[in-house]
């Protein structure tokens, strides 16, 4: 039996079901109502006559990780707003290695052994771990 339901999640958002069986669409909701948050899924199965169409908005799903990160330019602006001093890229990015915060490759590194890098005085640490907090990538 073909169906087009209309269901309301625990959430309150609206789960859209279409050209699936009734016991897809419960089996679906049911899934929903038992976990905490949504999820955005792909349902196949052998015979491709029957599937189910969900659709969400964008405005109904929550911030993911990569938009709760600070870039450096905010961070900057934060410390010089907040403590009245500036604080580099190099200082920040060894602060969030301090914090275990996983940072990609630095292909700009110097090619002597014996580079002679500034480590960050703890006046501007303490500056640079206010606004990781402040951003809430640290606890």
Do not use: W
Not at 2 to 20: I, P
Not at 28 to 38: D, G, R, Y
Not at 122 to 127: D, F, I, S, Y
């Amino acid at each position: 039996m073909q169906y087009t339901k209309t269901l309301t999640t625990k959430t309150g958002s609206e789960l859209y079901l279409r050209n699936g069986d009734a016991p897809d669409g419960d089996a679906a909701l049911a899934v929903f109502n038992k976990t905490h948050a949504e999820t955005v899924c792909l349902l196949s199965k052998l015979n491709v006559k029957h599937h189910i169409e969900v659709e969400i908005t964008m405005d109904e799903l929550d911030l993911t990780a990569a938009e709760s990160k600070a870039t450096y330019d905010e961070i900057k602006a934060y410390v010089l707003e907040k403590f009245g001093f500036k604080v580099s890229q190099l200082y920040i990015a060894q602060i969030k290695r301090k914090c275990g915060i996983i940072e990609r490759k630095n292909y700009n590194q110097s090619k002597k052994e014996d580079a002679k890098v500034p480590k960050c005085p703890p006046e501007k640490e303490a500056a640079i771990m206010d606004a990781l907090k402040h951003f809430q990538m640290i606890p």
